[in-house]
């Protein structure tokens, strides 16, 4: 897998946040380091493209461990997953108490962390998660470790894009691709479409709008995070599906119309490529890519191969009418 897709992110991104929800999970700097071995190991030839490498928070990750990783600058930041809130979340946390040394730490050496928003509590709908994590678990943890910096990954609703706009020093917020294009609707209205199912799960279309507000409006609190999640045909098509949408190979492509559609063309490079590094106090990528208009374009690719299986790329509906060119710059 990690052979098939990381051309497709390669080609039109200069380097990525990379998940550490793997299966073991990537915990220790000694795991980053092995991970970022196999990605550049994969890395296609000519390639210019860095892997900023994070590591799974758990009960029982060591505070020392993680400051080292990120005083040797192999890690990025360091990701929460509440235990069972999405994809290989199993080792995530339970009790917030008993990673407080570590999220101190983070705040002394000013190491963001990076989170799944979502409550797992059942008693929740899952249309809700997002906005009950905010007021159960990050606000508070927010309160208790004040010097905390804080992605919230993936906003899905309103709450949260008011929450990263109110939510004063230390806060952004990232938005993916397809919470820009599809709503519930997309989902389940006319037959079941797995391949729009994703954790968090896509909300009403009063939500979506509000994060496409966002997400054009200029505002450096706000980035792109893709969250494109590769997996086969065959793992999305079950009974009990897998979570996730591939949108690396037409990511930019869909965001070009997206803002176009919106009269913000000219804020899509601070969404893309400014807000973020500023944020992780990185300095701009030097090379450059080209959005062309080409209004033949269409969905292209559809399906990827990896192995005997199938990936199947994000569908936003509709055809596509830009593609990238690259241009590297100096």
Same mark, same amino acid.
């Given at each position: 897998?990690?052979?098939?897709?990381?051309?497709?992110?390669?080609?039109?991104?200069?380097?990525?946040?990379?998940?550490?929800?793997?299966?073991?999970?990537?915990v220790t700097a000694a795991d980053a380091a092995a991970y970022r071995a196999r990605i550049m190991s994969a890395m296609p030839p000519g390639a210019d493209f860095?892997?900023?490498?994070? $590591?799974? #928070?758990?009960?029982?990750? @060591?505070?020392?461990?993680?400051?080292?990783?990120?005083?040797?600058?192999?890690?990025?930041?360091?990701?929460?997953?509440?235990?069972?809130? %999405? %994809?290989n979340s199993a080792s995530g946390v339970r009790d917030m108490a008993r990673v407080l040394p570590v999220l101190e730490r983070m705040a002394e050496i000013g190491?963001?962390?990076?989170?799944?928003?979502?409550? %797992?509590?059942?008693? *929740? @709908?899952?249309?809700? /998660?997002?906005?009950?994590?905010?007021? /159960?678990?990050?606000?508070?943890? /927010?309160?208790?470790?004040?010097?905390?910096?804080?992605?919230?990954?993936?906003?899905?609703?309103?709450?949260? *894009?008011?929450?990263? /706009?109110?939510?004063?020093?230390?806060?952004?917020?990232? #938005? %993916?691709?397809?919470? #820009?294009?599809?709503?519930?609707?997309?989902?389940?209205?006319?037959?079941?479409?797995?391949?729009?199912? =994703?954790?968090?799960?896509?909300? &009403?279309?009063?939500?979506?709008?509000?994060?496409?507000?966002?997400?054009?409006?200029?505002?450096?609190?706000?980035?792109?995070?893709?969250?494109?999640?590769?997996?086969?045909?065959?793992?999305?098509?079950?009974?009990?599906? =897998?979570?996730? =949408?591939?949108?690396?190979?037409?990511?930019?492509?869909?965001?070009?119309?997206? !803002?176009?559609?919106?009269? +913000?063309?000219? &804020?899509?490079?601070?969404?893309?490529?400014?807000?973020?590094? +500023? !944020?992780?106090?990185?300095?701009?990528?030097?090379?450059?890519?080209?959005?062309?208009?080409?209004?033949?374009?269409? $969905? $292209?690719?559809?399906?990827?191969?990896?192995?005997?299986?199938?990936?199947?790329?994000?569908?936003?509906?509709?055809? #596509?009418?830009? &593609?990238?060119?690259?241009?590297?710059?100096?």
């Open positions: 897998m990690l052979a098939a897709v990381l051309p497709f992110s390669a080609a039109h991104f200069g380097r990525a946040i990379v998940m550490p929800n793997l299966v073991p999970p990537v860095q892997p900023l490498m994070t $590591l799974y #928070l758990t009960e029982s990750t @060591d505070p020392a461990d993680v400051a080292a990783a990120a005083a040797s600058g192999l890690v990025t930041a360091v990701k929460l997953y509440p235990a069972g809130a %999405t %994809t190491l963001p962390l990076c989170v799944h928003g979502e409550v %797992t509590d059942p008693a *929740v @709908d899952i249309f809700d /998660r997002e906005a009950v994590f905010l007021e /159960r678990v990050l606000e508070p943890l /927010r309160r208790r470790v004040p010097g905390l910096r804080v992605v919230l990954e993936h906003v899905t609703t309103r709450e949260g *894009v008011a929450y990263v /706009r109110e939510g004063g020093e230390g806060i952004a917020g990232t #938005l %993916t691709v397809h919470h #820009l294009v599809i709503n519930r609707n997309h989902i389940l209205a006319g037959g079941i479409r797995p391949h729009y199912y =994703c954790l968090p799960v896509a909300k &009403r279309e009063t939500h979506r709008l509000a994060l496409r507000a966002a997400a054009v409006a200029g505002d450096p609190r706000f980035f792109l995070g893709t969250d494109s999640a590769p997996h086969t045909d065959a793992a999305k098509l079950m009974p009990c599906g =897998c979570a996730g =949408c591939f949108t690396a190979p037409n990511a930019m492509a869909i965001l070009a119309q997206v !803002f176009e559609e919106e009269g +913000a063309l000219d &804020r899509l490079e601070a969404f893309t490529s400014l807000n973020g590094p +500023a !944020f992780y106090r990185l300095p701009p990528n030097e090379a450059r890519i080209r959005l062309v208009k080409d209004d033949a374009l269409g $969905l $292209l690719p559809s399906e990827i191969e990896v192995g005997a299986d199938t990936v199947t790329v994000f569908d936003p509906g509709f055809p #596509l009418t830009w &593609r990238v060119e690259e241009e590297p710059r100096p």
